[in-house]
Nanobody, 117 residues
Framework: QVQLVESGGGLVQPGGSLRLSCTGSGFTFSNYAMSWYRRAPGKERELVAM????????NYADSVKGRFTISRDNAKNTVYLQMNSLKPEDTAVYYCSRRIMRQPINWGQGTQVTVSS
């Protein structure tokens, strides 16, 4: 079965950094685009970043552009989200997903990111 497991979340101060990881199994990881979404309480799910299957192209939400970097290591079946210059409004549960036909199909359990002083 397809499984996605996120890790790396935590509590950080504004301006701090975190690196999230998501490891996939049950599918050929290198064949799929991957993405990171986030969901804050009372808010709709938001696409944060996307990366193509080979890692050659990326896309970011305007709210994180210049601060976050998505990358992947297909040999490790892992996609990363490097989060720098974190702001309180980045507080959310972050999920990675496998993408098919430009849509998220599978989800991990999520990892909590809290940015607070």
């Amino acid at each position: 079965q397809v499984q996605l497991v996120e890790s790396g979340g935590g509590l950080v101060q504004p301006g701090g950094s975190l690196r999230l990881s998501c490891t996939g199994s049950g599918f050929t990881f290198s064949n799929y685009a991957m993405s990171w979404y986030r969901r804050a309480p009372g808010k709709e799910r938001e696409l944060v970043a996307m990366i193509t299957s080979g890692g050659d192209n990326t896309n970011y939400a305007d709210s994180v552009k210049g601060r976050f970097t998505i990358s992947r290591d297909n040999a490790k079946n892992t996609v990363y989200l490097q989060m720098n210059s974190l702001k309180p409004e980045d507080t959310a549960v972050y999920y990675c997903s496998r993408r098919i036909m430009r849509q998220p199909i599978n989800w991990g359990q999520g990892t909590q990111v809290t940015v607070s002083s």
